[in-house]
């Protein structure tokens, strides 16, 4: 017996986000920005704090 397709399928994660972004456009931009400024800030911390010590 074939499953009941009667209802419509939900729509995915990604649609739903982006959805989302297009409905919240400022508040998603400036949390995006904040991640992204984090991420940096991070990696550029990471790389600092592990920089080889070369012989002068």
Do not use: C, Y
């Not at 297009?22 to 949390?31: C, N, Y």
């Amino acid at each position: 017996m074939p499953p009941d397709t009667s209802e419509p399928p939900s729509p995915s994660f990604v649609k739903l986000a982006m959805r989302n972004m297009v409905r919240k456009g400022r508040q998603s931009l400036f949390h995006f920005g904040l991640t992204a400024l984090g991420l940096t800030g991070f990696l550029v911390l990471i790389a600092w704090l592990g920089r080889p010590s070369l012989p002068q």
